[in-house]
């Protein structure tokens, strides 16, 4: 028998490249799908030594032609297409609306949301065909409240998880789960910098002086967890935090 395959977008760090970790180790063959290459070869050289299988694919969220090249590697690949899971995205600029970034607000519509949207179209009839498929979507906290400064990216967040309560409701019926995964603060290597263009130190104030924040591996578990229920189990949404943050606004610092 042939593993199941699994296709994690944005691999090539933080929570993709560990959920792609994972899921390898959970039995998965795992397509790990990013547009840094050097990256994804560093991450399918490691996931190999620890016994796993994997294959790195180039591929941007935002090009229709890019993602059906993924769709043409998921459909070379010698086992059943059980799982998607939409990670790719991100924040750009912490700006109020009244000054935001056009295209600021552009990038984060078209590769949280748009990206979620290529993607999962491109391979919903290889996870039909599986038998049991499972598209999860990495949405956020920000996908259900707001923030000042977040507008840009709360708007994206908000519209990702509307794509998935609304893909549950189309789909139900048929056999594909949508498991819509929603954490707070991660502490993960790029998130912050790509939020504040390269700046450190705004990214690691982010982060200053709480204690345990989130890691990518605490979130890649909880989309294993989910992914590998018994497939009539349906998580819809799943929302992490780490202990230090009891809500957006309320987060404890020490020092
Ligand atoms: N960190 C947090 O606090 C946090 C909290 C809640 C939700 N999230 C969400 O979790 C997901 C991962 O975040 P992270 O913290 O792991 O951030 P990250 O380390 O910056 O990872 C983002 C990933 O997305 C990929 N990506 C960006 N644009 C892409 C494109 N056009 N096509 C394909 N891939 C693209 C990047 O790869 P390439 O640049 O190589 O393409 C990278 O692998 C995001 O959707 C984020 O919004 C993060």
């Known amino acids: 028998m042939s593993s199941p395959v699994a296709i994690v977008t944005g691999a090539s760090s933080g929570i993709g490249a560990a959920t792609a970790r994972r899921l390898a180790a959970e039995g998965f063959h795992v397509l790990a799908a990013a547009r840094r290459t050097d990256r994804l070869g560093g991450l399918v050289d490691e996931i190999t030594a620890a016994g796993g299988t994997a294959t790195a694919v180039m591929c941007d969220v935002t090009s229709d032609e890019s993602v059906a090249g993924l769709a043409e590697a998921a459909a070379a690949a010698s086992g059943p297409v059980t799982l998607l899971v939409n990670n790719a995205g991100g924040a750009r600029g912490l700006d109020p609306v009244e000054s935001g970034s056009v295209a600021d607000w552009q990038w984060m519509y078209d590769t949280n949301v748009l990206g979620t949207l290529r993607v999962t179209q491109a391979l919903l009839p290889a996870l039909e065909s599986s038998g049991a498929g499972t598209i999860v979507i990495v949405s956020s906290t920000a996908g259900f409240i707001v923030y000042e400064g977040g507008g840009g990216y709360t708007a994206a967040k908000h519209a990702q998880t509307a794509v998935a309560g609304t893909l ?39 982060y200053a002086g709480v204690p345990d924040p989130l890691v990518a591996d605490d979130v890649a578990d909880c989309i294993a967890w989910c992914a590998t229920r018994p497939h009539h189990v349906n998580v819809d949404r799943l929302v992490v935090r780490p202990l230090a943050q009891a809500a957006q606004h309320k987060v404890h610092r020490v020092g």
């Open 168 to 206: 549950r409701l189309e789909l139900c019926g048929r056999p594909i789960r949508v498991i819509e995964i929603d954490p707070g603060m991660v502490k993960t290597d790029e998130f912050g910098l790509v939020r504040f263009d390269g700046d450190a130190d705004k990214a690691a104030a982010v």
